[in-house]
Structure formats: structure tokens, C-alpha cells
């Protein structure tokens, strides 16, 4: 079995599937995909994912704002931690950093994603990063803010193994997207080679991000079979092997997913 790590189900482009969702997620099913966790980016996706997560056996979701989404409602510890107790809930965020699209408001960044590091870290749960041209403050933040037991992961992780070795021995998580599979992606696919692969993890990101040879499509969850299998050669072990590896890591860090 595979899971798709991080998805964003309420987002995807129905056309081809005549708006079923359901139809979405049987293609990806056919092609060996067990789980998905559809990940919140706003305030005002949380019912969206929700229900989401409510109709489908083989689908959770988090809860959180995403960095660029930070001024459509500010994330208070408060409302987060009430927030994580909606039904099939199993992380908080998408939250993180990214000053490579707006440096205007790093600030008020940086504040919502501590109050997700700290909501996260008094009800237990995980936290999916985003971290984007902000390498060190992300880091700096985890490490003044986060909790070591109930880490998280760095999502559609695209920077350097420096950064990936931080996270990794703050108790995080790697999580690889299509864009391992870009042409000019070579020291991600450095990092990819370097992840244990008792941390590693795999995902869409979709409807975005398409992993070649669909590069420039949407994106949907299927294709993070064509991630793996690239990981797979990368790392000179079977498709089987690391799809049963990355599988075992996702129960283990979202261990509300069982």
C-alpha cells in the first residue's frame, strides 16, 4: 500500500471525472494508494476538508492556516486546539513560512506559525510545515516552539540537506513531492538520496506540482505512485520495499490515521 501524504482533495479539477471526487480517489486506489490525508490551508476550508475526510474511510485531514493564507484569519492556540478536535482531524496545518511569495507579512507568519507549534504540541499532534526562503527561522521556530514527541513534517520539501538534517534531528519528517522528478532538481534529489528512510515520506501536493511525465497537468493523488517509484530507483530498492516503508512512517507520525 500507498498513502498520499498531503493532498488537497477540496482543490482538485473534476472536469475529466465529471465531478466525482470518489472517481479521483478509485483511480488512485487501482493504482495501490490506501490513504490520503487532505490538508487544510485557511480557516475557512476547515469545514471543506472536514466533510472531505467524513465521507471516505480511507481519508483524513488536518487543520491550519497556510502562510499565504495568514490574512484571511489570524490562528490562535485557542481556536487551533478546538479546531483539533473536529472529526478525523490528525495533524495541524498547513502552517510554515514562505517569504519567497511575501516577506510583507513575515511577521504575522511567524506568529501564526507558532501558535500552530504550540496548540500542536499541548493536544499532541503533528504539524505540517511549509517552509519556503526561510530556512533558518523555521528551524529557529520549531526548535524554540515545537514539541520534539509530537514532531511533524517539512512538506514538499525543496530545499537544502542542511535544512533537511535540522529538521531531521529536531524529530521531523521529509516529505518528497513530484518535484523530485524536475529535470533541474538535482540537490533535491541529493537530499532524497541522504533522507533516513525511516523519515522519508511521499506525497502529491495536488492538484498541484504534477510529477513528470504529467509535469504541467494537474496534479492528482494516483501520481504519487510515479514518486515513489522515482524515490525508489533513487535509492536502489523496490517500489514494494518503499512504499511499505513510507506507509509505516505515516502511521507512525499521524498515529489518529489508524
Keep these: 500500500m500507498l498513502v498520499d501524504s498531503h493532498c488537497h482533495l477540496d482543490r482538485l ?23 490520503f490525508l487532505c490538508v487544510g490551508i485557511s480557516l475557512e476550508n476547515v469545514d471543506a476538508v472536514v466533510s472531505i475526510a ?3 474511510d480511507d481519508v483524513v485531514c488536518s487543520v491550519g492556516v497556510h502562510p499565504l ?22 495533524a495541524l496545518g498547513e502552517t510554515g513560512l514562505d517569504y519567497y511569495y511575501s516577506t510583507e507579512t513575515k511577521e504575522v507568519q511567524q506568529q501564526s506559525f507558532i ?5 500542536a504540541a499541548q493536544v499532541e499532534l503533528p504539524v505540517i510545515v511549509h517552509t519556503r526562503d526561510a530556512r533558518e527561522d523555521t528551524i529557529n521556530l520549531i526548535r524554540e516552539h515545537g514539541s520534539r514527541e509530537h514532531a511533524g513534517v517539512l512538506h514538499c520539501f525543496t530545499e537544502s540537506w542542511d535544512m ?7 524529530n521531523y519528517y521529509i516529505s518528497l513531492s513530484g518535484i523530485v522528478t524536475f529535470k533541474n532538481a538535482e540537490e533535491l534529489r541529493d537530499v532524497a538520496r541522504q ?7 511521499v ?5 498541484y506540482l504534477a510529477p513528470v511525465p504529467y509535469r504541467g497537468k494537474p496534479n ?20 514494494e520495499e518503499l512504499a511499505a516503508i513510507t506507509t509505516e512512517n505515516f502511521y507512525r507520525l499521524f498515529p489518529r490515521a489508524a
Design 220 to 239: 492528482i493523488p494516483a501520481y504519487v505512485r510515479e514518486v515513489a517509484e522515482f524515490i525508489a530507483e533513487l535509492r536502489g530498492i523496490s517500489y
Design 13 to 35: 479539477k473534476l472536469d475529466k471525472f465529471d465531478g466525482d471526487l470518489n472517481a479521483v480517489l478509485e483511480l488512485a486506489r487501482s493504482r495501490g494508494v490506501g490513504k
Design 69 to 90: 493564507d495568514v490574512e484571511s484569519g489570524l490562528a490562535e492556540v485557542e481556536k487551533l486546539k478546538a479546531l483539533s478536535t473536529r472529526p478525523n482531524v490528525v
Design 54 to 56: 467524513g465521507r471516505y
Design 115 to 119: 501558535a500552530h507549534l504550540q496548540a
Design 203 to 207: 506525497e502529491t501536493d495536488s492538484p
Design 195 to 201: 533522507v533516513p528512510l525511516d523519515r522519508l515520506l
Design 164 to 170: 533537511a538534517k535540522a529538521a531531521l534531528d529536531l
